[in-house]
């Protein structure tokens, strides 16, 4: 099956900078990669998703790019702001979707 | 629209007991998903229900028995609970679960924060 790794699994940063969190997976017929924000005690939502066809997307502030000859991709996300401090999920699906461990991302006013 | 919706919020088993964490959706999806979410390992997948009438094992099935009742309904049955299975249960659903282009927006419920003793 699938195994998705995902790095750092803390991420503290200055309001206003950037964050960027990594992702690796391991089954190449992946091809469906969707990030989730799960703010505390609440449910995951999705925040972006992209597709193997497609190398970037970006949404406002947010951003996530795949490499697919590498299997990895990232989260990007700009201008930082207070509301941003959540835990952030990556995932892979090729026939079923598996979950990163989660990166939890506090930003520091 | 309620979207997906869990019962109940909190429970406390004894080890041994048993119990059914219920689970619906209003928004006509045909694949519904049952996840257990621990701290530092992410969401893992116990079962799900690619479709109404069907079922299968997800990554961590053991100890876990499911019933996809319609197309709204999914429950969760815990025979036996022991403690190793102390966590918050999440229930999603999405227009469909295969792979590539089938692949979808997954929606999950509030949780189920479950402890046993």
């Known amino acids: 099956g699938e195994n998705v790794e995902q790095h750092p699994s803390t991420l503290s940063v200055q309001e206003g900078d950037s964050a960027v969190i990594k992702c690796t997976y391991s089954d190449s017929a992946s091809n469906y990669f969707p990030w989730y924000k799960q703010e505390l005690g609440k449910r995951p939502q999705l925040i972006i998703d992209i597709r193997s066809n497609v190398g970037e997307k970006k949404d406002q502030r947010i951003a996530v790019t795949l490499n697919k000859t590498a299997k990895h991709f990232s989260l990007h996300i700009t201008e930082t702001q207070p509301e941003d401090s959540a835990v952030y999920f990556c995932a892979a699906s090729s026939d079923k979707l598996s979950f990163g461990a989660g990166t939890t991302v506090t930003v520091r006013a | 629209n309620a979207g997906v919706t869990q019962t109940p919020k909190f429970q406390v088993l004894k080890t041994g007991q048993s119990m059914t964490l219920q689970c619906a959706q209003d928004?006509?999806?045909?694949?519904m998903y049952w996840y257990r979410q621990d701290p530092g390992m992410g969401l893992r997948l116990i079962y799900y229900s690619a479709s109404e009438g069907t079922t299968d094992k997800g990554e961590v099935p053991n100890g876990y028995n499911v019933s996809r009742l319609n197309k709204r309904e999914f429950s969760l049955r815990l025979e036996s609970a022991a403690p190793s299975q102390t966590s918050v249960y999440f229930c999603?659903?999405?227009?469909?679960?295969?792979?590539?282009?089938?692949?979808?927006?997954?929606?999950f419920g509030p949780g189920t924060r479950l402890t046993v003793t």
């Open positions: 928004m006509n999806h045909n694949s």
């Open positions: 999603a659903s999405s227009k469909s679960g295969g792979g590539g282009r089938l692949s979808y927006e997954q929606y």
